[in-house]
C-alpha cells in the first residue's frame, strides 16, 4: 500500500470518526479538503455525501453519491445510500430504483434488501414488505431491527399474533432494543400478571439503558399500567417518557406560531369565489384532516371499504411539494400575495400531486389522503384540486391532546411531548381552522368523533353523501378490511365501533389540569 493511500485512509477514519459522533459540519468541511487532495479516493465521495445527507442536503449529498457511482458503477454502498437520499426526499421511484441496482450488484446486500422492504411498507404493500424483510432474515437472521419492521408488517395487516413473534425474536437478539417492547404494549391488553408487564418492570432498572431506550419502556409501561387502571403510575410513566422526548427535539411553539400566521397573512388576501379557471380539475380526492388522533383513522377505514375508493393512508407528498415550493432557509414561507394569474402554477402542483399517485397502481376512482396535519393546507388544496373533498376530523380537545401525550411520533408531532405545548398548538390549531371555515365555508365537512361512535350508520350516511359516494353498506364493517394500517389507530380501526375513547381524559383529570387551563384560555 502507497503513503499516500495510507493517509487518505488514516485521514478518511478520522472523518468517519467525526460522523459518528454526530459532528456533521466538521466531517463534511474535512471531507471536501480531502477530496481537493485525493480526488482519485473513491470512498471519500461517499463518506462526503452521508455526511450531508445527515444535515438532511439532500441534493448536495445526491452529487456527490453520483460521483462515487460515477468512479465505480458497482460501488452498491453509494447506491444503497444514494437510495435512501431519494427516500427521505419522498422520492420513492428514484429510490427503488438505486436500491434495486445495489441488489443487482449485491444479491445478499441485506442494508438494501431492507430498504427495499420500507419502500414497500410505505406503499401500502405489506406482503411485498414481509416478502424482502424475510429475503434479508434469510441471509442473516440476526438483524434484530429487520425482525422488528417485519413485525411492524404484520401488524398493519391486523396479524398481531405473527408481529408479537417478530417483536420477541427482536428481543432475543438485542434485549435492549426497547422499541420492540413499545411495539408489543400497544395492541395488548394487559393484567396485572402479564410477563410483558413484569419484564418492562424489570428491565426498566437497567442502569446500562440509555434515556432513548428507558424512553420506549416507559410509553410502554404507561400503556400497561392504564389497561389495569392504576392510572396513578400509567401518567408517571407517560411524564418521564415524554420529558426524554422533549429533550431531544429542537421544537419551538414560535415556529408553528409564525407558520401558522403566514398562512392566514397569504390566504386572507385571496378572493376564492372568482377562481373558476384555477388549478387540476380532478375530483378524485378525498382528504381526511385534522388534529391527529381525532378520529382520522376511523374515518378513513370507513369511506375505505366503499367500493369505489382506495384508503392511500398518511402521504407525504402535499407536504413535499409545499416544501419544494415554498421553502425558505428550510422553513415553509407563502408570498405575502399569490399571483393568481399564474394559473399553470396551481395546475402543475395538483398535477403533479395526482401523478404521485400512480404508484399506488389502484384502479378506483377515489383516492384518500389522511395526513391529519394537512389542516394546514386547507387553502393550497383549493387552489391546485379545487373539486377535492375536504372530511375535517373533530374529538373532545381533551381526548385529543391525552391522546398525544400517550403515542410516539416521529417527525412533525414534537409538540406531543410536552402537555403545555400541545394544549398551546391545539388553540393554535382551532384558530386555523376557524380561519379556513371563514374563507371557504361550503368546503369543508365536519364530522365528530364522539358522533360517529355514537350512531355509526346516521354519520357514515351523511359522510358519503358529502363525498358524492353512493351507500355502500360494506362501510359500516370498516373494520374487516384487511388493507394496512400504520397509524397509531391501527389496533382500533380493527374493531367495530366502541365507546372506550370518549372522556377518556377524566381517568387523569388531575394530572391534566395544566394542560386544561390552556385550552379553556
Known amino acids: ?307 369505489n375508493v382506495y384508503g392511500a393512508g398518511e402521504l407525504r407528498d402535499l407536504t413535499q411539494i409545499i416544501i419544494e415550493n415554498f421553502s425558505v432557509n428550510d422553513k415553509i414561507k407563502f408570498p405575502k400575495k399569490f399571483n393568481i394569474k399564474d394559473q399553470n402554477f396551481f395546475s402543475n402542483m395538483g398535477t403533479k400531486y395526482l401523478e404521485n399517485l400512480d404508484r399506488f397502481n389502484t384502479n378506483k376512482n377515489y383516492v384518500t389522503d389522511k395526513a391529519p396535519l394537512n389542516f394546514r393546507w386547507i387553502g393550497l388544496i383549493k387552489l391546485i384540486l379545487p373539486k377535492s373533498r375536504i372530511i375535517h376530523c373533530t374529538r373532545d380537545p381533551k381526548d385529543v391532546c391525552l391522546s398525544l401525550f400517550k403515542n410516539v411520533f416521529e417527525g412533525q408531532l414534537s409538540f406531543s411531548y410536552s402537555l403545555e405545548e400541545v394544549g398551546k398548538y391545539h388553540k393554535l390549531y382551532q384558530n386555523l381552522m376557524e380561519f379556513w371555515k371563514q374563507l371557504l365555508p361550503n368546503f369543508i365537512y365536519d364530522i365528530s368523533y364522539e358522533k360517529l361512535v355514537e350512531n355509526q350508520e346516521f354519520e357514515s350516511r351523511k359522510l358519503l353523501d358529502f363525498c358524492k359516494l353512493d351507500w355502500d353498506k360494506n362501510c359500516l364493517s370498516f373494520y374487516k378490511n384487511k388493507r394496512g394500517i400504520i397509524t397509531a389507530s391501527f389496533a382500533q380501526a380493527r374493531k367495530p365501533i366502541y365507546k372506550n375513547s370518549v372522556k377518556s381524559w377524566q381517568n387523569y383529570k388531575n394530572e391534566l389540569l395544566p394542560m386544561f387551563k390552556i385550552l379553556e384560555k
Open 1 to 307: 500500500m502507497s503513503n499516500l493511500k495510507i493517509e487518505a485512509e488514516r485521514e478518511a477514519q478520522i472523518i468517519l470518526n467525526y460522523f459518528k459522533a454526530n459532528n456533521y459540519i466538521s466531517a463534511e468541511i474535512k471531507a471536501k479538503k480531502l477530496i481537493k487532495k485525493f480526488p482519485n479516493f473513491q470512498a471519500i465521495y461517499n463518506l462526503l455525501g452521508l455526511c450531508l445527507q445527515a444535515q438532511k442536503k439532500y441534493t448536495e449529498a445526491i452529487k456527490y453519491y453520483k460521483i462515487a457511482i460515477q468512479n465505480n458503477p458497482n460501488f452498491f454502498v453509494a447506491m444503497n445510500n444514494l437510495g435512501l437520499t431519494y427516500h427521505n426526499m419522498g422520492d420513492l421511484k428514484n429510490a427503488q430504483y438505486y436500491y434495486e441496482r445495489a441488489i443487482e450488484i449485491n444479491p445478499k446486500f441485506t442494508h438494501a434488501i431492507c430498504n427495499l422492504g420500507n419502500i414497500k411498507k410505505e406503499l401500502n404493500n405489506f406482503e411485498e414488505a414481509i416478502k424482502y424483510y424475510n429475503l434479508a432474515l434469510s441471509i442473516n437472521d440476526k438483524l434484530y431491527i429487520v425482525h422488528h419492521n417485519l413485525g411492524m408488517s404484520y401488524q398493519a395487516l391486523g396479524k398481531f399474533k405473527e408481529s408479537k413473534t417478530c417483536f420477541e425474536s427482536a428481543l432475543k437478539i438485542n434485549p435492549k432494543f426497547t422499541q420492540a417492547d413499545r411495539s408489543i404494549s400497544v395492541p395488548l391488553k394487559y393484567d396485572i400478571d402479564n410477563p410483558h408487564l413484569k419484564s418492562m418492570e424489570s428491565k426498566i432498572k437497567d442502569q446500562s439503558l440509555n434515556n432513548f431506550q428507558k424512553a420506549e419502556l416507559y410509553f410502554g409501561l404507561g400503556k400497561a399500567y392504564e389497561d389495569i387502571n392504576n392510572y396513578k403510575k400509567s401518567f408517571e410513566n407517560y411524564e418521564l417518557g415524554n420529558k426524554i422526548k422533549r429533550d431531544a427535539v429542537k421544537y419551538q411553539i414560535s415556529d408553528d406560531v409564525t407558520l401558522f400566521e403566514n398562512i392566514k397573512s397569504s390566504f386572507s388576501n385571496i378572493n376564492f369565489q372568482n377562481l373558476d379557471n384555477i388549478g387540476n380539475k380532478s375530483n378524485k380526492m378525498i382528504f381526511i384532516l385534522g388534529m391527529p388522533r381525532s378520529g382520522t383513522t376511523l374515518v378513513e377505514q370507513i369511506i375505505a371499504n366503499h367500493k
